[in-house]
């Protein structure tokens, strides 16, 4: 029973930090959108792209959590 209970919170906790993740990277994305300038750091696209890899990550890891527990 605990391991389930584990499971059910690991896969919850993932989803939400893929999903917050995302949230984040499109609020920051739209913040440069509209005040990047000249000066803008060119090293911001690597920040974006992992952004995007790790927000993935962790909702198919939590997906994958809750569908161990389901099945």
């Known amino acids: 029973m605990s ?3 584990i499971g059910l919170i690991m896969g ?3 989803i939400l930090a893929g999903l917050w993740e995302f949230y984040a ?3 920051h994305l739209q913040f440069i959108r509209t005040n990047g300038n ?3 750091s060119t090293f911001l696209l690597n920040s974006y792209w992992f952004s ?5 990550l962790f909702f198919i890891a939590g997906v ?4 161990k ?3």
């Open 64 to 67: 994958i959590c809750l569908l």
């Open 12 to 14: 919850v906790v993932c």
């Open 3 to 5: 391991n389930t209970l």
């Open 25 to 27: 990277f499109r609020k």
């Open 69 to 71: 527990i389901l099945l």
């Open 52 to 56: 995007i890899v790790f927000s993935v």
């Open 38 to 40: 000249k000066e803008t």
